[in-house]
């Protein structure tokens, strides 16, 4: 989860809202993203089919207007988290 702590920082500093959603209770949400310093700037609960994501973790880079820029699916290895912070 290190690397989904850092990339919440630096959207931060490139001032990248973040959103984090998860099918559990916002009280579990909130503790599990916490334990791995996942500080997201809203977190959503929302069953993942309803938003069509099919597997965890999946992370969607939205334009402005909320369209679809990019889509990473599953734990990525060195060079896509790499590739997943430059789009910010």
Partial sequence: ???????????????????AILPQPLVESKAYLAEGAITANLVLRSQLSSIDVSSTPTLVLLDPNGKVIRTWIGQLPPEKEMEVENQL
């Fill in 1 to 19: 989860m290190a690397f989904y702590g850092h990339l919440v920082k630096q959207a931060e500093i490139r001032g990248v809202q973040t959103v």
